[in-house]
């Protein structure tokens, strides 16, 4: 897999700022450094993207509880890969204290620094109420990020209170339940900008040519063994 790397000053702010939003509903964990992880890849579930340099780019994906069916508004992409509702059971996450979002930043040419304004998850049962809602998001600037959809992003998580409001979600039959997001930010460059969901821990996910890779290989060592049986 082709090397990636965050830069020191990203890396700096990002783990600074792990301390300093303990207030946050949704607070960073942790920067994460990563390829294939692209629309199409991943469990994305909001694409924003906003008028060039406007000030401030703004979209969501929900149900619309009247008619149970998704409702997306704003900034947001419509394509399938880029905004769509996940379950949880499609997410394989069993636990509110395991349930990651994973922002990625595409900021193009050297103005990479961003703010994310406002984050809000919310979480539907079959009936398309909304049964939970994290809390009020505290804003968080990021002085650097790297260019390019699913090459880095900063993982976020749930808070202590909101992990234990939304515990109550996890105890019945869960899996149905589906996963909106609201999003906004302001000082972009262009975008567009991507969440996806996760179950923690967070793993890099393999690019296609790293597959090929694994791929060949797994063959090469066939062959071998195929050819060692052969002159026994």
């Known amino acids: 897999m082709t090397a990636f790397r965050l830069t020191p000053w ?19 964990v942790s920067p994460t450094v990563e390829h294939g992880a692209g629309l199409g890849h991943v469990s994305t579930v909001l694409t924003i993207q906003g008028a060039n340099k406007s000030a401030l780019e703004t979209g969501s994906v929900g149900v619309d ?12 992409k419509t394509g399938a890969s880029q905004t769509r509702l996940w379950t949880l059971g499609e997410l394989g996450v069993d636990s509110a204290s395991d ?17 994310l304004t406002d984050l809000v998850l919310t979480i539907y049962d079959t009936s398309g109420a909304a049964v939970f809602s994290s809390s009020p998001f505290s804003a968080v600037h990021f002085d650097d990020t790297n260019a390019g959809i699913g090459t880095a992003g900063f993982v976020f998580g749930l808070d202590a209170g909101d992990v234990s409001a939304a515990s109550s979600i996890f105890a019945g039959s869960f899996d149905s339940f589906r996963v909106g997001l609201s999003a906004s930010a302001s000082g972009f460059a262009g975008g567009p900008e991507t969440f996806y969901l996760a179950s923690a821990p967070v793993s890099p996910v393999p690019e296609p040519s790293t597959f090929a890779l694994f791929a060949a290989g797994f063959a090469a060592m066939g062959a071998v063994v195929r050819r060692r049986s052969r002159t026994r």
């Open 10 to 28: 990203a890396l700096a702010s990002a783990l600074a700022l792990v301390g300093s939003q303990a207030s946050a509903a949704l607070t960073l």
């Open 65 to 76: 509880s009247a008619t149970n069916t998704m409702s997306i508004t704003g900034d947001a």
């Open 99 to 115: 349930l990651r979002l994973v922002f990625n930043a595409n900021e193009p040419g050297s103005a990479r620094d961003i703010t």
